[in-house]
């Protein structure tokens, strides 16, 4: 196992791509559409569709980039798709036309795959940190600066430069900064699957794993609390500022809003500082009811501005905590083996129902009152809450039976 000062260092690089990746491969986008827009002739909402699209061609991707990273190594994994996002930022830098830019934003979704949260998540199983829970934790702590730092980066960028131009730049961001980082894990994950097993500490979480029996309808359970999430986040998200508005909170709104990135990261500190000794299945219970609380919080105040205030806060904050659960709940309910493609899986639910999410939620909104449309996400960030707590009750049941036959819920597994 490397040592600690070595596993922090990777830590905060792993913290330096994913800020990298999310913020060229994501973030940017939404920045440098309206120039996308009117240079090849679309409406913005053409430009998102085929966002959209290739955000649902990367779900289903998703299980075999997993697969792909128990099998040849996240770091490897990840060397490669530094390179293939250089690529694909650069073939839609200078994609001539509308199909080549369409095809281009694809190859940018799939490249997603090999090098965000679930590669990332994987590369720290696999250099063998002793506590990979709160290292997932730290990493998405890093991580969640990514908007704050990438939005108003390419706003300051593409005041000077096309948008054409832009990507370049971050095409050779990913080559120059996060292809020689991810070499580097690959080394040291090549390293710790060549130690003795002693120097690489537990093969899972003590006594986290579930028996094959239960495995399947927890995982099962799990996959549908990620896609009512991934749902709910997305509609509310692509649609928060207008959301707002039309509930009576007027250019309020808005500024409510930019509350959200900061109770995100709040969110992770507190867990990384006080969640130590939580399970996740715990966590994963209270991140789903916060996003339940805060919807039905909206809907019950609006338009008082107060209400508003604590809906972005209790909203932010369970997103914030759903980032980590996303990672941390497959390796405790499961253990590291497959963890990989469990967690690709993970990602597949989480991103097929936020691919359609927001036009779900628009044409409800058309076809109904917006007040109606969020009660009908409430009741589905609700259904959440049932998945995970089915899940700790199959969890707390195998514990008792654990301890009733040997005395200890440890030798469950």
């Given at each position: 196992?490397?040592?600690?000062?070595?596993?922090?260092?990777?830590?905060?690089?792993?913290?330096?791509?994913?800020?990298?990746?999310?913020?060229?491969?994501?973030?940017?986008?939404?920045?440098?559409?309206?120039?996308?827009?009117?240079?090849?002739?679309?409406?913005?909402?053409?430009?998102?569709?085929?966002?959209?699209?290739?955000?649902?061609?990367?779900?289903?991707?998703?299980?075999?980039?997993?697969?792909?990273?128990?099998?040849?190594?996240?770091?490897?994994?990840?060397?490669?798709?530094?390179?293939?996002?250089?690529?694909?930022?650069?073939?839609?830098?200078?994609?001539?036309?509308?199909?080549?830019?369409?095809?281009?934003?694809?190859?940018?979704?799939?490249?997603?795959?090999?090098?965000?949260?679930?590669?990332?998540?994987?590369?720290?199983?696999?250099?063998?940190?002793?506590?990979?829970?709160?290292?997932?934790?730290?990493?998405?702590?890093?991580?969640?600066?990514?908007?704050?730092?990438?939005?108003?980066?390419?706003?300051?960028?593409?005041?000077?430069?096309?948008?054409?131009?832009?990507?370049?730049?971050?095409?050779?961001?990913?080559?120059?900064?996060?292809?020689?980082?991810?070499?580097?894990?690959?080394?040291?994950?090549?390293?710790?699957?060549?130690?003795?097993?002693?120097?690489?500490?537990?093969?899972?979480?003590?006594?986290?794993?579930?028996?094959?029996?239960?495995?399947?309808?927890?995982?099962?359970?799990?996959?549908?609390?990620?896609?009512?999430e991934g749902f709910v986040l997305s509609a509310i998200l692509i649609h928060m500022v207008p959301l707002t508005a039309a509930l009576g909170l007027g250019t309020a709104g808005l500024f409510?809003?930019?509350?959200?990135?900061?109770?995100?990261?709040?969110?992770?500190?507190?867990?990384?500082?006080?969640?130590?000794?939580?399970?996740?299945?715990?966590?994963?219970?209270?991140?789903?009811?916060?996003?339940?609380?805060?919807?039905?919080?909206?809907?019950?105040?609006?338009?008082?501005?107060?209400?508003?205030?604590?809906?972005?806060?209790?909203?932010?904050?369970?997103?914030?905590?759903?980032?980590?659960?996303?990672?941390?709940?497959?390796?405790?309910?499961?253990?590291?083996?497959?963890?990989?493609?469990?967690?690709?899986w993970a990602s597949a639910a989480r991103q097929f129902t936020s691919a359609f999410a927001p036009f779900v939620l628009a044409f409800m909104m058309a076809r109904t009152s917006v007040a109606?449309?969020?009660?009908?996400?409430?009741?589905?960030?609700?259904?959440?809450?049932?998945?995970?707590?089915?899940?700790?009750?199959?969890?707390?049941?195998?514990?008792?039976?654990?301890?009733?036959?040997?005395?200890?819920?440890?030798?469950?597994?």
């Amino acid at each position: 196992m490397p040592d600690r000062s070595v596993l922090r260092k990777a830590i905060w690089a792993l913290g330096l791509t994913q800020i990298i990746g999310y913020g060229t491969l994501y973030y940017s986008f939404s920045i440098l559409a309206p120039a996308m827009a009117r240079e090849f002739g679309l409406t913005q909402g053409w430009v998102f569709g085929a966002l959209s699209a290739s955000l649902f061609a990367g779900s289903l991707f998703a299980p075999t980039a997993g697969r792909w990273a128990d099998r040849f190594g996240a770091g490897r994994i990840m060397t490669i798709g530094s390179v293939a996002a250089a690529v694909a930022l650069a073939l839609c830098a200078v994609s001539p036309g509308r199909v080549t830019f369409v095809l281009a934003l694809l190859a940018m979704e799939l490249a997603s795959s090999f090098v965000l949260y679930s590669a990332a998540f994987v590369a720290i199983v696999q250099i063998g940190v002793p506590r990979p829970q709160r290292s997932i934790t730290h990493l998405t702590l890093i991580a969640g600066f990514a908007s704050t730092l990438f939005w108003p980066l390419t706003s300051a960028l593409h005041a000077q430069l096309s948008w054409r131009e832009v990507y370049l730049l971050f095409a050779a961001l990913n080559l120059g900064l996060c292809l020689p980082i991810h070499a580097w894990l690959m080394r040291l994950s090549r390293r710790h699957a060549t130690a003795t097993p002693q120097q690489r500490g537990p093969g899972h979480e003590a006594g986290a794993a579930l028996d094959p029996r239960r495995g399947q309808p927890a995982f099962l359970l799990m996959l549908a609390g990620f896609a009512t999430e991934g749902f709910v986040l997305s509609a509310i998200l692509i649609h928060m500022v207008p959301l707002t508005a039309a509930l009576g909170l007027g250019t309020a709104g808005l500024f409510v809003s930019t509350l959200f990135g900061p109770a995100q990261v709040a969110s992770r500190l507190i867990n990384m500082l006080f969640g130590g000794r939580l399970q996740q299945t715990h966590l994963a219970v209270i991140a789903a009811s916060l996003l339940t609380a805060g919807l039905c919080t909206l809907l019950l105040t609006t338009p008082w501005l107060p209400g508003a205030f604590l809906f972005v806060l209790l909203f932010g904050l369970g997103s914030g905590l759903t980032s980590i659960v996303g990672g941390t709940l497959p390796l405790e309910l499961f253990g590291r083996e497959g963890y990989g493609a469990r967690l690709g899986w993970a990602s597949a639910a989480r991103q097929f129902t936020s691919a359609f999410a927001p036009f779900v939620l628009a044409f409800m909104m058309a076809r109904t009152s917006v007040a109606n449309s969020l009660w009908v996400l409430a009741v589905v960030a609700a259904s959440g809450v049932i998945a995970f707590l089915a899940i700790a009750l199959i969890r707390r049941r195998q514990s008792r039976v654990a301890f009733a036959i040997g005395g200890s819920p440890e030798k469950a597994s």
